[in-house]
């Protein structure tokens, strides 16, 4: 359970003074719902007021605090016209301009004749000097009380500076005293405040300076978020690991059948997986390892090699994929390996059904099916296996560390689990994604993959690209034409996909191209991608990479357009997409500018380099963590105050004082692990939290 310390901080922004259900929405769309949220959203600018020239002085479009006395009220002349205040000092003269005013209000603050002190943005307009809606206006008593430098949030549309930074500030009273959940030492070492100086020190910044991520309390805060990030990660992982597995070690004889049917041999790397899955397998305790390796790296077939252990061992298997196409296709690759090791497969989707599905979910349950393919319809309730042995998870980085607690939670006996993703990922992101997981890096390329010319371009050139095309198709190639999804809009995407689908169709033929987005139906997604990898049509035009793992090594051109809106790891992942077949493959970016110099250093990453590994490394030190993979639910990019590329050194010192915490206080429950249990929790661990016992 929550601590009740922290019960404020977890109450809703409705509950502040001033904060309605319409303002709740807004700040709960630029921040978040609740209080936590507020003071964990680190200004992103200032403002300074300290400015105070003379009216003739001030500079136009820079924040001026000015001390001016009041002259005269010239009301609006008509409903779309602005009332004017006249105001003078020795130097000059300035208007205070209000559309939709109040009238009475402001007769009131700015009374004739009156000093007072106003603070805003200068402006000149038709020969005035002139400020829009002042931000302060004040008597020279109350004029103290105006703060010198303002922090300035990220705001949503509808929101205002002023409402977002006084919900800021209510929510900063709020915070209780909290306990201190890191080592005196440490703090002393390292010259860091307690936790409540840090964070008002955090909305406090004094100055642009103050604003980076490299300040001692930002550090401190950062470090908070991190340790409560590894912390937990470490908590689940001892726990699922703790939990006995079993012993899987299968006798080679299905594998030696299988490996035999390949019409190629194992690489070094693959061979060096599947010892260490083996391993993992043959040990008492629970395997949870990832197979991290670029897309076409071969990891399908390390998959089926445990798989096929496991059923050596008398038990069964199961691999999951993150979309009934690719389902599919992994069935179709693992057919012809099960055939030869003479085991049984089976296809489970959400499209068995009927007296088809009851057949193959009583044949599960009898093991008259040795392994099944399929999607997360395989964690469902009313599947029952005779006896799982080994689930494989191929995510394609859509399942958060989440999730996949879930599913281990799901089967009855401890199940080992392999997970793979095609994303390769830094170290450091690992660390913070996969910190309860052993890793296995599938790095090089199986023999005989060629290397894809890369070539960056701009839309200007777009009829080169299409007369390209027309010239590749002619001689037989076939190409996908990717259209990037920006998920706000899906409407509008879509009809971008669609006009440049029915251009290439016009300028191709309407008979060679073909249209694959969300939208459509499964079947006819599938049937349009049959027909491609047929070769009934040639070009596929797709809205999103929903079907990125499709493979059609025929495919031997990749469009990407708009590539400055995509992920390196997405870009990369795209083009891994050809260059599967022996023909030589383009790949050609095509961006719309005028291109800023990250996102042309970015294009350059990807012309130059093919090693995922050091494309991920690139986007890293190029983008922040969080936008790394364009996904908070890839559970990369959930911090708030750490940002890796620069905080990389306090998640090594995090993860290091994790460790060493969970060996000396499993169940925290000294002093400094109540403290940490509240850590925990202030930072939406409650998952890893849940695991202890109470007291
Ligand atoms: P991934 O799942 O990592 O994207 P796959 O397992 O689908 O990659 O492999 C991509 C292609 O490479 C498949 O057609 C597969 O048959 C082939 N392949 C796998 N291992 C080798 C190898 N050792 N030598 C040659 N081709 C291989
Ligand atoms: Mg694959």
């Not at 700040?27 to 105070?52: T, W």
């Not at 777009?462 to 037989?476: C, F, Y």
């Amino acid at each position: 359970m929550r601590p009740a310390i922290l019960f404020p901080l977890f109450a809703e922004s409705r509950s502040l003074a001033g904060i309605g259900p319409k303002f709740e929405r807004l700040i709960a769309k630029a921040a978040g719902p609740r209080l936590v949220d507020l003071i964990f959203a680190p200004p992103v600018g200032v403002i300074d007021r300290r400015y105070r020239p003379s009216i003739a002085a001030a500079e136009p479009g820079r924040i001026a605090t000015l001390t001016v006395t009041v002259q005269s009220h010239l009301p609006a002349r008509d409903r779309r016209q602005p009332m004017r205040v006249r105001c003078t000092d020795d130097s000059g003269t300035i208007d205070l301009v209000y559309f939709h005013p109040h009238k009475d209000y402001i007769e009131r603050q700015l009374p004739p004749s009156q000093t007072r002190v106003i603070s805003g943005r200068v402006e000149h307009f038709n020969g005035r000097v002139q400020m829009a809606h002042p931000d302060y206006v004040l008597s020279v008593n109350e004029a103290a009380t105006m703060p010198a430098i303002e922090p300035v949030y990220r705001l949503t549309e509808g929101l205002s500076q002023k409402i977002m930074g006084r919900a800021v500030r209510a929510a900063l009273e709020r915070v209780p005293q909290l306990p201190e959940w890191n080592d005196a030492h440490f703090l002393r070492a390292r010259g860091w405040t307690s936790f409540n100086e840090a964070l008002a020190a955090l909305h406090a910044p004094r100055g642009e300076a103050e604003l980076s991520a490299l300040t001692p309390a930002r550090a401190r805060l950062a470090y908070d978020e991190l340790l409560a990030n590894q912390l937990a990660l470490i908590m689940m992982r001892e726990r699922l690991r703790g939990r006995k597995g079993r012993v899987v070690v299968g006798d080679g004889r299905l594998r030696r059948k299988a490996v035999a049917a390949l019409p190629f041999s194992l690489t070094p790397a693959q061979l060096a997986a599947t010892a260490e899955i083996d391993a993992d397998m043959a040990s008492p305790l629970r395997m949870l390892r990832l197979l991290q390796g670029d897309v076409g790296s071969g990891k399908t077939v390390i998959a089926m090699l445990a798989l096929l252990s496991a059923v050596e061992a008398g038990m069964q298997g199961a691999f999951m994929a993150p979309t009934e196409l690719l389902a599919r296709q992994h069935m179709g690759a693992l057919a012809a390996m099960a055939q030869a090791a003479g085991i049984r497969l089976a296809l489970l989707t959400g499209r068995e059904r009927g007296a088809a599905r009851h057949t193959l979910l009583s044949a599960l349950k009898s093991q008259d099916i040795d392994i099944v393919v399929g999607t997360h319809a395989l964690f469902s309730e009313e599947v029952a296996f005779a006896d799982l042995g080994l689930a494989v998870i191929d995510e394609q980085h859509r399942f958060g560390v989440h999730q996949r607690m879930q599913l281990q939670g799901k089967g009855h006996a401890p199940v080992d689990v392999l997970v793979m993703t095609a994303t390769p990922i830094p170290r450091t992101l690992a660390l913070t994604a996969y910190g309860d997981m052993d890793v296995t890096r599938l790095t090089g390329r199986p023999p005989g993959r060629k290397p894809v010319d890369t070539r960056v371009l701009s839309a200007e050139r777009l009829d080169e690209v299409v007369s390209h095309l027309r010239r590749a198709i002619t001689a037989g190639a076939r190409a996908y034409w990717v259209c990037p999804l920006i998920e706000e809009s899906e409407n509008s995407d879509l009809a971008a996909a669609e006009a440049r689908y029915a251009m290439l169709k016009n300028a191709l033929g309407a008979a060679t191209v073909g249209l694959v987005h969300g939208r459509l139906k499964t079947a006819e997604r599938d049937a349009t991608m049959a027909a491609f990898k047929s070769g009934e049509i040639k070009l596929v035009v797709a809205t999103t990479v929903i079907e990125v793992g499709v493979d059609v090594p025929q495919a031997t051109i990749m469009v990407v357009e708009h590539a400055e809106r995509f992920g390196l790891a997405q870009l990369h992942q795209l083009r891994g997409r050809v260059g599967r077949g022996s023909g030589k493959s383009t790949c050609l970016l095509v961006y719309h500018g005028p291109l800023g110099e990250i996102a042309r250093q970015r294009l350059k990453v990807l012309r130059e380099s093919d090693d995922g590994f050091v494309i991920a490394e690139e986007d890293l030190r190029l983008r922040g963590a969080g936008e790394l993979l364009g996904v908070r639910q890839s559970g990369l990019a959930d911090f708030r105050l750490a940002e890796l590329p620069v905080h990389g050194e306090l998640l090594a010192a995090a993860h290091d004082d994790a460790r060493l915490i969970y060996a000396k206080d499993p169940q925290l429950k000294s002093a400094r692990g109540t403290a940490l249990r509240v850590l925990l929790y202030l930072f939406g661990r409650d998952e890893a939290a849940r695991y202890l016992t109470t007291g």
